[in-house]
């Protein structure tokens, strides 16, 4: 068994996806052979570095990778259909419909020219062809579920006339307006102050169980996705490290990368004294130029226990036990 | 309320700036010359007493600022005075004449406008392709010819060795193209709009693709397709209109300055509009026509600014007027 089995119960099966970024210094493989799948009502969590791709993997699933970058092969299969093969106007119903996404930064990610209750309506009356009197009646008691008071006198408001955690709300309530049955949220708290955090964590939990949505939270902090994943998949360099559920990524994680990425997580119950110095453990080097990427395993330049097979051998995501792939030569 | 208040803050500015203006180059022509002397100095042998009552008659032996005095509180009844080189009265002059520049004028903006928002916009929204590069070096030459050298060449190409557009004059002398008026009209207006227009839509365009390009990188546009809107819909309505905000600066410029860019495509075209007037009115040092164009100049440019800054709170809810 080489990668994730599509199952029927699947609401979205990743397969081989590759994007790749033509630019003039060369190709990046930014996303190369990617899988992952999300079951209903699951929050998958996709954690990695900045550049690991994470962000781009998820771009994908809406087909929306921004120029010079290409989806060059693989399959999405969403709700038993690949999304590759479909056209733009497909593609269209399928966004904010179906698939919908919550974006890093809410102080850039609303258009400041328009009022909340005319950006979030005509997603509506473009959508589900409602009138403007029942769009505006929907986005208000969007409002009014992700925690804003007085909905209907904030339809008339601006982006810059809200906080930073309540533009967040309104990019939640933007991306429940059609009830989607996958919402992507990428690094949807790490703009935000630590106390809105968890006040926006809370919030999303809760809107994904009322609305028995799926998610998938991509982010590189891992306080978050303990809190929230179901499962995890660990993303470096354009490919995956390591899928299994949260708890087996926090207790036996079996990928080299996985296990440095936990082991740069401060904890409370842990000394850092190693009789001198007092700091956290780093993972050595840096993420590496993804136009040539390192040869075999693109961790094995940084991994502590890599050997000369590691540079030579492209590791497959394989099946260590029920639920739990790892694709590392060294995790037999 | 606020706006009311700006708005009638920036008038009372606007007659200062204007009496200020109208004051500064009154001198200033003053201390060039007199027309009579200079009329005089080219025909010897008048009397005396023939050159004491000119001066008489344009009230020209009284002081500077006598002179200025009577010339601001007949302009508060709407007398320009008389131009002295062509005996008319100034006011009626600056109609007629201003008529023929405002209508290349105003039609070589409203095209430019229209072309510089098309090509900004294919060209932003394909960055780096060719029709973006072969748009960017034509709007760059376009910003960096002088002026009148794209008049010569359209004289040259369409009048010269083509023959199908007039190379002078805003109408014909003897019959009009085709028996029509309006016709003939148009048919002359033709290479002047055409001049204009290149020079408008090279700077607008440039600027247009620059913003276009910043405002397609925001987050809120990707957010915009990640609902599901089309590409074009987000490209004309959520960008679009972003990307035109610094641009209505530019565009107020253009026709605040209309009467500063005038003279040379006149000059080109020998065309009888403002332009044109002033600068013979310079050259004759033909005082009262002088004095109403900058009035009108002044004006124009500050009512153009008034107009942006009222149309900028309509376009960006986050500008508000203090």
Known sequence: MTAIAPHNDQLLAVKKLRVHFFTGAGVVQAVDGVDFAVSPRETLGLVGESGSGKTISSLALLRLIPRPGKIIGGEIIFKHEDLIAKREEEMIKIRGKNIAMIFQNPAYSLNPIYSIGDQLGEILTWHEKLSRQAANERVAE??????????????????????????????????????????????????????????ILDLLQELKE????????????????????????????????????????????RHPYTQALLATMPRVDHSYSDGKTRRLPVIPGRIPNLIEPPSGCRFHPRCPASDDECARILPELLSLEEGHWVSCIKAG | MGIVRFIIRRLIFMVVLVIGVSILIFFMINAIGNPIEILLAERPGISPEVIESVKQYYRLDRSLTEQYLSWLGNVLHLNFGNSIVYNQPVGSMLVTWGWETVKIQVLAILISLALAIFIGVTAATRQYSKIDFGVMSTALLGRSLPGFFLGILLILTFSYWLGIFPSYGAYSTRSPLMGSALLDSLW???????????????????????????????????????????????????????????????????????????????????????????????????????????????????????????????????????
Request: hydrophobic share 50%; aromatic share 8%.
């Open chain 2, 188 to 322: 002359h207006m033709v290479l002047p709009v055409m001049m204009l227009t290149y020079f408008n839509t090279a700077t607008l365009t440039l600027l247009i693709r620059s913003n276009m390009v910043d405002v397609l990188r925001m987050d809120f546009i990707m957010a915009a397709r990640a609902s599901g809107l089309s590409a074009g819909r987000v490209v004309y309505r959520h960008a679009l209109k972003n990307a035109f905000i610094p641009a209505l600066t530019y565009l107020a410029i253009l026709f605040g300055l209309m009467l500063g860019t005038a003279p040379v495509t006149e000059t080109v075209f020998t065309w009888p509009g403002l332009g044109f007037l002033y600068i013979t009115a310079i050259q004759q040092l033909d005082y009262p026509v002088i004095m109403g164009e900058n009035l009108i100049i002044t004006l124009m440019l500050v009512i153009a600014n008034l107009l942006t800054d009222i149309a900028y709170v309509f376009i960006d809810p986050r500008i508000r007027l203090e």
């Open chain 1, 142 to 199: 969007l409002l009014q579920l992700v925690g804003i008071t007085d909905p209907f006198s904030r339809l008339r408001q601006f982006p810059h006339e809200l906080s930073g955690g309540m533009k967040q709300r309104v990019c939640i309530a933007r991306a429940l307006l059609c009830s989607p049955p996958l919402v992507l949220a990428d690094e949807p708290t790490t703009n935000l102050d630590v106390t809105i955090q968890a006040q």
């Open chain 1, 210 to 253: 009322r609305f028995h949505m799926s998610m998938i939270l991509v982010t590189h902090d891992m306080g978050v996705v303990a809190r929230m994943a179901d499962r995890i998949t660990v993303m470096y360099a354009g490919r995956i490290c390591e899928t299994a559920t949260a708890r087996t990524i926090f207790e036996n994680p």
